[in-house]
């Protein structure tokens, strides 16, 4: 079936280094959107792809064909910490959840 | 604002009874999404309204409902809860602009417990 694919499952960092996280689709899309949860928090959209702006320092991108997003949160800070969430749209408006990359960034 | 309210925020309930959680949201979206999320696990479409337009997913067509009086308001229904019903329920809203896929708001979710 339809997949997206999230690398790495899980990342851990020293607070100041750049994070990079990966998202592939088995589809083309450009319509990817970028979630993140706090543990117990409620899943915040952090880009939206196409035409939204990222919010505050995140960057994002679509690369290679529609089949590849990625996620940069520059000068991680402990409050960063937590899991992101890739969400692809397919012709059929069906919305393909990747399983999520945790994120803990060390202080 | 760009708030989507549930309530309740946590909920307990016995095996065999009914559940219904509630949803708002005052965008104006005409969208309204119900996911299923367990810990460590992506959230999990149920189903969502496109107005007054109800789409459930195959695999939990027979066990979730929804009702939608309102642009504002989204209910999901579960008429007897089993002990696999224990998640947290997100409720999501959007605005479809032209059949593109427009950036979703999630509530906090509702928490609940099965016993």
């Known amino acids: 079936g339809q997949q997206v694919q999230q690398s790495p499952a899980s990342l851990v960092l020293q607070e100041g280094e750049n994070a990079e996280l990966q998202c592939s689709f088995s589809?083309?899309?450009?319509?990817v959107q970028w979630f993140y949860q706090r543990p117990g928090g409620r899943l915040i959209g952090l880009s939206y792809?196409?035409?939204?702006?990222p919010t505050g320092k995140q960057t994002s991108s679509t690369v290679t064909k529609g089949r590849h997003s990625s996620l940069t949160i520059s000068s991680s800070q402990t409050t960063d910490s937590g899991t992101y969430f890739c969400?692809?749209?397919?012709?059929?408006?069906?919305?393909?959840w990747g399983s999520g990359t945790k994120l803990i960034i060390k202080p | 604002d760009t708030t989507v309210k549930q309530n309740p925020r946590y909920k307990l309930a016995r095996v065999g009874k009914p559940v219904n959680l509630i949803c708002s949201q005052t965008m104006n979206h005409d969208t309204m999404y119900w996911y299923q999320k367990k810990p460590n696990q992506a959230p999990k479409l149920l189903l969502f309204y496109y107005d007054k337009i109800l789409n459930r997913e195959a695999d939990t067509f027979e066990k979730f409902q929804s009702s939608r009086p309102n642009n504002s308001f989204c209910s999901l229904y579960i008429g007897s809860a089993g002990l696999e019903y224990s998640a947290m329920y997100l409720c999501a809203s959007s605005r479809v602009l032209g059949g593109l896929y427009a950036e979703q708001f999630f509530g906090p979710g509702t928490r609940l417990t099965v016993l």
């Open positions: 589809i083309s899309t450009n319509q």
């Open positions: 969400v692809a749209m397919d012709s059929n408006y069906q919305l393909i």
């Open positions: 792809i196409p035409g939204m702006k």
